[in-house]
T-cell receptor, first 115, second 115 residues
Framework: AQKVTQAQTEISVVEKEDVTLDCVYE???????LFWYKQPPSGELVFLIR??????QNEISGRYSWNFQKSTSSFNFTITASQVVDSAVYFC????????????FGSGTQLTVLP | EAQVTQNPRYLITVTGKKLTVTCSQN?????MSWYRQDPGLGLRQIYY???????DKGDVPEGYKVSRKEKRNFPLILESPSPNQTSLYFC??????????????FGPGTRLTVL
């Protein structure tokens, strides 16, 4: 069975601060995919990034960056120079093997960016 | 526009009154799934379908039914809703299970309240 842990339930930062959201996953499979989704106050789920288990390269997209470390089973997400519009719930998710059968979600981290 | 649609978006009902939440996708996806989102629990899978007439239970199937008579539609049925089914529901779809990226596309969500 697989599991995703987002230990940070709520984080509050002041605008322009950097913030890192932690994600730790568990799986016995060697082939898996990791995802981050954003859920703004409007409620929809917005896909941010996908990473497969064979690609440990870190990725940067504008103010967003992701650090994937198989050695610690972590896939952390950093927002640089945070903005009020970044306020949302962020979910880390895991999909195992070649099957899209199920996404296992973490419990989410509520990020609040204060002006 | 490629999308997953859900109806209704908001629903308030009473205990025991049968209801159906519809889900439709226009991307010719084989895989479809239902999740419920509850505070502190993230998203949990209710049912999924690998293709027409092929459905299976997820992590929390009790109290729900689904059907997949057409590729594009995957309705969620609550035969006798109870207050513990008050939740935010998401429908999702993705390409065939063996697809490399396994990205799931989510509908906008249905907020259900059972009194």
């Amino acid at each position: 069975a697989q599991k995703v842990t987002q230990a940070q339930t709520e984080i509050s930062v002041v605008e322009k601060e950097d913030v890192t959201l932690d994600c730790v996953y568990e799986t016995r499979d060697t082939t898996y995919y990791l995802f981050w989704y954003k859920q703004p106050p409007s409620g929809e789920l917005v896909f941010l990034i996908r990473r497969n288990s064979f690609d440990e390269q870190n990725e940067i997209s504008g103010r967003y960056s992701w650090n994937f470390q198989k050695s610690t089973s972590s896939f952390n997400f950093t927002i640089t120079a945070s903005q009020v519009v970044d306020s949302a719930v962020y979910f880390c998710a895991l999909s195992v093997g070649g099957s899209a059968r199920q996404l296992t979600f973490g419990s989410g981290t509520q990020l609040t960016v204060l002006p | 526009e490629a999308q997953v649609t859900q109806n209704p978006r908001y629903l308030i009902t009473v205990t025991g009154k049968k209801l159906t939440v519809t889900c439709s996708q226009n991307m010719n996806h084989e895989y479809m799934s239902w999740y419920r989102q509850d505070p502190g629990l993230g998203l949990r899978q209710i049912y999924y379908s690998m293709n027409v007439e092929v459905t299976d239970k997820g992590d929390v199937p009790e109290g729900y039914k689904v059907s997949r008579k057409e590729k594009r539609n995957f309705p969620l049925i609550l035969e006798s809703p109870s207050p513990n089914q008050t939740s935010l529901y998401f429908c999702a779809s993705s390409l065939s299970p063996g697809h490399l990226y396994n990205e799931q596309f989510f509908g906008p969500g249905t907020r259900l309240t059972v009194l």
